[in-house]
């Protein structure tokens, strides 16, 4: 019976010793220790044994056990390796190609736009303001000299937040920047009531409207409002700010000119044209054909304002402008459809 397992052992072994790959081994394994493998039939016949003979045929037995598990798990080892160096080979992995770039994205153009005008006016002095959005009818129309049922307001009828019980003060969506003009104000001037600080800030933002949605209109848009109060500001400095403006924003030999114009809030009102920057002046159809572009508003602050606002309009006076960094894309890249903005196509955004 030692002899046989020997023979089972040895047998064993050489088997072992041509195994290459992983079916091979469970082949193996199923083989030669397996239930019905011939040395667990050594055991399993081990009660027909004679008393003397049962403990020697057993430990020799259970030592072929071991060695062949140990030699087993030894053989498992090598495949594993061999074949990982197999595959690595075989793939042959480049660590010098260039990886998969991450996308990066960038700022919306409105707000890249938006930026450049601030950069601007705070190269000159002026300080952002943040205003809210959400304005009562009060500072968005009424302190700035729209009267309840004024007919200058049928041009910035908005979107209501809270119509019901407010009577003449709703809650709405601010339709201009404007309102922050009065927010600045009378922080300012609740400091210093007698004698309120000067002020020279630039206020960007979001507004919104109640507008038929078309390739000219939307129903929201960025503005950028500026103001300067303080005491001996006259029209002269408005114009030469504004002037400067355009020169820096559009280049250093851009003509401009001031039309009248009307808003309730300023008193003269002008509106401000640049020579067009795609024909050079000569006319084009973008400037359609008359050589100038109409790129903001302004004017000198109403009386009313400047008292709404804590400010002594005897004392004070003050210029205030506002722009569309949207209208300024559409013209500087001929952009002829202003849903393009808020219409969220990456065709489009990717491009600036
Ligand atoms: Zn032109």
Redesign the pocket.
């Given at each position: 019976m030692l002899e046989k397992l020997r023979e089972i052992e040895k047998a064993a072994r050489e088997s072992l010793a041509a195994v290459t790959d992983q079916t091979a081994l469970e082949t193996w394994r199923v083989t030669h220790l397996g239930r019905s493998s011939p040395l667990m039939q050594v055991f399993s016949g081990l009660s027909q044994l004679s008393k003397e003979d049962r403990p020697t045929v057993g430990q020799a037995a259970n030592k072929v056990k071991v060695a062949l598990e140990s030699a087993f798990a030894e053989r498992a080892e090598a495949v594993k390796a061999a074949m990982l160096a197999k595959s690595l080979e075989e793939e042959e992995l480049d660590v010098t190609l260039p990886g998969r770039g991450v996308r990066v994205g960038h700022l919306h153009p409105s707000t890249q736009q938006l930026r450049r005008v601030v950069d601007i006016f705070a190269e000159m002095g002026f300080q952002v303001y943040t205003s809210r959005e959400v304005e009562t009818d009060e500072i968005n129309f009424q302190a700035l000299n729209f009267p309840p049922h004024h007919p200058a307001r049928e041009l910035q009828d908005t979107l209501y937040v809270d119509a019901g019980e407010r009577g003449d003060n709703p809650v709405l969506l601010r339709t201009h920047t404007s309102p922050g003009q009065i927010r600045a104000m009378r922080e300012a001037s609740a400091e210093h009531p007698d004698d309120p600080p000067p002020i020279r800030i630039v206020l960007p933002g979001m507004c919104f409207r109640s507008e038929q949605i078309t390739a000219r209109s939307e129903v929201q848009f960025n503005q950028v409002e500026g103001l300067a109060v303080g005491e001996n500001i006259t029209f002269a400095d408005l114009k030469g700010t504004l002037s400067d403006f355009a020169r820096r924003m559009f280049g250093q030999n851009v003509r401009t000119r001031f039309r009248a114009a009307y808003f309730p809030f300023t008193e003269p009102s002008a509106e401000m044209d640049v020579e067009?920057f795609?024909?050079g002046?000569?006319?084009?159809p973008?400037?359609k054909q008359s050589?100038w572009?109409e790129i903001l508003g302004c004017g000198m602050v109403h009386p009313v304002v400047l008292e709404n606002g804590g400010y002594d309009p005897l004392r004070y006076t003050g210029y205030a402008f506002g722009m569309g960094p949207e209208r300024q894309l559409m013209l500087r890249y001929k952009i002829d459809d202003i849903r393009y903005f808020w219409g969220n196509d990456v065709r489009f955004l990717e491009q600036f």
């Amino acid at each position: 019976m030692l002899e046989k397992l020997r023979e089972i052992e040895k047998a064993a072994r050489e088997s072992l010793a041509a195994v290459t790959d992983q079916t091979a081994l469970e082949t193996w394994r199923v083989t030669h220790l397996g239930r019905s493998s011939p040395l667990m039939q050594v055991f399993s016949g081990l009660s027909q044994l004679s008393k003397e003979d049962r403990p020697t045929v057993g430990q020799a037995a259970n030592k072929v056990k071991v060695a062949l598990e140990s030699a087993f798990a030894e053989r498992a080892e090598a495949v594993k390796a061999a074949m990982l160096a197999k595959s690595l080979e075989e793939e042959e992995l480049d660590v010098t190609l260039p990886g998969r770039g991450v996308r990066v994205g960038h700022l919306h153009p409105s707000t890249q736009q938006l930026r450049r005008v601030v950069d601007i006016f705070a190269e000159m002095g002026f300080q952002v303001y943040t205003s809210r959005e959400v304005e009562t009818d009060e500072i968005n129309f009424q302190a700035l000299n729209f009267p309840p049922h004024h007919p200058a307001r049928e041009l910035q009828d908005t979107l209501y937040v809270d119509a019901g019980e407010r009577g003449d003060n709703p809650v709405l969506l601010r339709t201009h920047t404007s309102p922050g003009q009065i927010r600045a104000m009378r922080e300012a001037s609740a400091e210093h009531p007698d004698d309120p600080p000067p002020i020279r800030i630039v206020l960007p933002g979001m507004c919104f409207r109640s507008e038929q949605i078309t390739a000219r209109s939307e129903v929201q848009f960025n503005q950028v409002e500026g103001l300067a109060v303080g005491e001996n500001i006259t029209f002269a400095d408005l114009k030469g700010t504004l002037s400067d403006f355009a020169r820096r924003m559009f280049g250093q030999n851009v003509r401009t000119r001031f039309r009248a114009a009307y808003f309730p809030f300023t008193e003269p009102s002008a509106e401000m044209d640049v020579e067009c920057f795609v024909c050079g002046g000569a006319g084009c159809p973008v400037c359609k054909q008359s050589g100038w572009l109409e790129i903001l508003g302004c004017g000198m602050v109403h009386p009313v304002v400047l008292e709404n606002g804590g400010y002594d309009p005897l004392r004070y006076t003050g210029y205030a402008f506002g722009m569309g960094p949207e209208r300024q894309l559409m013209l500087r890249y001929k952009i002829d459809d202003i849903r393009y903005f808020w219409g969220n196509d990456v065709r489009f955004l990717e491009q600036f």
